[in-house]
């Protein structure tokens, strides 16, 4: 019998890839939990079941969940703290207490390799920490991962002809791909090993941002001219505008963290990551999926 699982932001940048993980995987039948069922059509596998709602809408998400073995929360942070609502923090905590009303076994989130640190000077770190905690403390068992930079980060550089160039230290990041990642919360949801820990989420290789910037865009398309982008003009754009401002608090939080390889339990139990910058450079074609984000937001 498959296990039944509810995907929460399966429309996001890094949904997308776990919801094809799990539709592909036999053993799990899987449902999103969507705002808009037309774009969500267009956006995911064919065979995924949908369900209309909204984070706002208690009803529709405690409905959504009837059943449910496991729910996978992907749900995006703002670019500032100064926004009302912060799907991530308080659209958890509306996902939390739904779940305990529809007697949700398990709970699986995305967080980052950065949260370590309750009282981190970044608002984004401080805020994802006090969700984790919120999660590890729901009653529910849980499954927390921590991942590194996704390749599709990279696709997001690409504007126009331009693949930005963002100056920042050499120190390597582990990238993984949504694909790999997807597998292992599949694993995760079919593995009661999985069951209240967290996960540090890496890939095969470690490699700096400027040559993983390079690599992606000569497997990407040859034509592509890099703009360099030095961290001043983030910072000078950051003040303006919200967006490059999170950018550039991101870099400085990424690498005031330094990480080695650290997933070696994580492959152990979840599987092995395969895919490289240029495997994940010609899966888009394969998937058609090619990461957007608004460029300047704001706020
Ligand atoms: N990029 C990285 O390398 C990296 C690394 C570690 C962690 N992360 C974290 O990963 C998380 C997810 O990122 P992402 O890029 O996948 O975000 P995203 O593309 O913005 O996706 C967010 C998802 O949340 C859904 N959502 C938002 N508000 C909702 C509401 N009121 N009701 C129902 N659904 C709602 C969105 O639905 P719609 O499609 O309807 O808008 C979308 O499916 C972020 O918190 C990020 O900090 C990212």
Redesign the pocket.
């Known amino acids: 019998m498959p296990r039944r699982v509810l995907l929460?932001?399966?429309?996001?940048?890094?949904?997308r890839p776990v919801a094809r993980a799990c539709v592909a995987d036999e053993c799990l039948k899987t449902t999103a939990?969507?705002?808009?069922i037309d774009?969500a059509r267009r956006l995911l596998p064919g065979s995924i079941q949908l369900i209309h709602?909204?984070?706002?809408d208690e009803e529709s998400l405690v409905r959504a969940m009837d059943g449910a073995d496991s729910v996978y929360v992907?749900?995006?942070?703002p670019f500032s703290q100064r926004v009302n609502f912060d799907?991530?923090r308080d659209?958890t905590a509306l996902v939390l207490r739904a779940a305990r009303r529809a007697g949700v076994p398990h709970i699986l989130r995305?967080?980052?390799?950065e949260v370590n640190d309750p009282a981190h000077q970044w608002w984004s770190l401080r805020r994802?920490e006090e969700t984790d905690q919120r999660v590890r403390e729901s009653g529910l068992d849980w499954t927390i991962f921590k991942?590194?930079?996704?390749m599709?980060?990279l696709a997001l550089f690409v504007q126009w002809r331009f693949i930005s160039l963002l100056a920042a230290p050499t120190d390597p990041l582990w990238w993984i791909a949504g694909a790999d990642f997807g597998n292992q919360v599949a694993a995760a949801m079919k593995c009661s090993a999985a069951r209240n820990r967290q996960f540090i989420v890496q890939g095969p290789e470690g490699v700096s941002l400027g040559e993983a910037t390079k690599r992606f865009a000569r497997a990407h398309s040859p034509k592509l001219l890099p703009a360099p982008m030095p961290r001043l003009a983030l910072r000078a754009a950051g003040l303006l505008f919200a967006q490059p401002r999170y950018g550039a608090d991101l870099l400085q939080a990424t690498f005031e963290r330094t990480a080695g390889f650290e997933a070696t339990e994580t492959w152990d139990i979840l599987g092995k990551p395969t895919m490289r910058i240029e495997d994940y450079a010609q899966s888009i074609e394969q998937t058609g999926d090619r990461p957007r984000?608004p460029l300047w937001s704001v706020s």
């Open positions: 929460i932001g399966a429309t996001g940048m890094l949904g939990f969507v705002r808009d774009r709602g909204n984070l706002h992907n749900l995006n942070t799907p991530d659209g995305l967080s980052a390799i994802k991942p590194t930079w996704f599709e980060n984000k």
